[in-house]
């Protein structure tokens, strides 16, 4: 059990938009069970981000980000994408809404997640996949335009022999129709082994109307429908998951092509795009906490420890001298020296700093003569520095050590007592 609670910490966090649809006179968010399967199959965990209104404005709660899976859902705004209707009439429009009645209502706010998470993604290099809408979606968001119907934009203006059916609802899983990979791709290195000797065709799914039109200029295809039409395209630049760096988009589902009544791919290489994306979120995750991770504690030689603890001593002895209110035994009197001395190589603190230290009791007997030494004039300053110029690399690398180490202990004592009034008042 111990060990499914440390994976549950060590797993990167991939993100997956649901999908909102109605069951029972009531709106469900749901994702395809093969999406989830796969990022826990290759080591990652799936964090569903539900479509509810205003979850766009929170995404920053859903925190730390290793890698984003776009999938499917209804068609994006043709607004943020294109200025006008492609030339479609209104009749033309009613028509696309009546044949794909499912995916043209638009989600708006679906639509300012994905594209918020996918410019996270752009901005950062984090890992990201889209599959069908979330090609779609990743393409807009750099820049691309949408067929915002296949059928009457292209299909229709292609010889009889070059057209080709994107959706079929009577035949919805078993629909296939030929791609043609481009060499030296991503797609061509997963499904080469598939190939037929002299060709470059593999047979792929297919569940949508709308398509990438205009590819954002980043991106490289890496397969044709025989229309024309983009079925896959990627970063060459954000592309090598060895070092976390994945950004692709895949117009076909390669997790659902699989065998009738079989969960057997059609090919080896259907799942190689969510290894491949995993790989990277992995290996993003090890970079990101890399660079975040905590300093590693001073660890001080025996003389700068020594003197750590004679400031310490200094400063126990002033408060302790504050609290009680007696006079200072003369033999510990040049005690109080390496407080001061410490205090006055600083820079002159401010009025409101100078009568803090006067209640915290760190000026002792003398408050007027450790503010005297306080404010430094010009000529001490320069002296100083005339100084600390003659020192050594080494020596001035001691000293910035030494002040880190005590500016760290005066915030956690700092911390305690201030929890210990906290705590005091609570009670």
């Known amino acids: 059990m111990a060990f499914n609670n440390d994976l549950s910490v060590i797993l990167p966090r991939v993100l997956i938009v649901s ?3 109605v069951r029972k006179n009531k709106f469900v968010d749901f994702v395809g069970e093969y999406h989830l399967d796969l990022i826990v199959t290759y080591g990652a965990v799936p964090v569903i981000v539900p479509r509810v209104n205003g979850v766009h404005m929170l995404l920053d709660s859903f925190e730390p980000i290793h890698g984003v899976l776009l999938c499917e859902g209804e068609d994006i705004d043709p607004s943020l994408y294109e200025p006008e209707t492609s030339g479609l009439s209104p009749e033309e429009i009613e028509e696309i809404r009546r044949l794909h009645a499912s995916d043209t209502a638009v989600d708006k706010e679906k639509d300012s997640i994905e594209l918020r998470l996918a410019k996270l993604c752009l901005e950062r290099n984090i890992p990201y996949m ?3 809408r979330g090609s779609q979606v990743l393409n807009v968001a750099c820049g691309g335009t949408l067929y915002q119907d296949i059928g009457k934009e292209l299909t229709r203006k292609l010889p009889e022999d070059q057209r080709v059916v994107h959706m079929d609802y ?12 481009v ?8 499904f080469k082994d598939s190939l037929e000797v002299g060709k470059m ?7 949508h109307h709308q398509g990438v039109k205009r590819l954002a200029q980043r991106f490289v295809p890496m397969a044709f429908a025989p229309d024309g039409l983009i079925e896959g395209f990627y970063d060459p630049d954000a592309y090598n998951p060895e070092e976390g760096k994945f950004i692709m988009g895949l117009q076909f589902h390669p997790e659902r092509m699989r065998r009738p009544d079989s969960e057997e791919f059609d090919y080896p290489g259907c799942p190689s795009a969510y290894q491949e994306f995993v790989k990277a979120v992995l290996a993003y995750q090890k970079k990101l906490n890399s660079s975040t991770a905590l300093p590693k504690p001073l660890k001080l030689n025996k003389e700068m420890e020594n003197k750590r603890k004679i400031i310490v001593r200094s400063f126990s002895l002033a408060k302790n001298l504050y609290t009680a209110g007696i006079e200072m035994n003369p033999t510990k009197q040049s005690e109080l020296e390496a407080g001061a001395e410490f205090l006055e190589s600083n820079t002159a603190l401010s009025v409101q700093q100078e009568n803090r230290l006067k209640q915290m009791g760190a000026t002792v007997r003398n408050g007027s003569r450790y503010i005297e030494k306080l404010k430094l004039n010009e000529e001490r300053d320069r002296l100083a520095r005339n100084v600390m110029g003659k020192m050594s690399v080494e020596q001035l690398s001691d000293l910035m050590s030494f002040y880190h180490m005590m500016g760290q202990i005066c915030s956690e004592v700092l911390e305690r007592k201030l929890n210990g009034i906290v705590n005091d008042n609570a009670c």
């Open 19 to 21: 999908r909102r649809s």
């Open 130 to 132: 889209g599959i069908c």
């Open 170 to 181: 009577d035949n919805y899983d078993g629909h296939r129709h030929f791609v043609k990979v």
């Open 183 to 190: 060499e030296n791709t991503p797609l061509h290195c997963w």
């Open 201 to 207: 065709d593999i047979l792929v799914n297919s569940y």
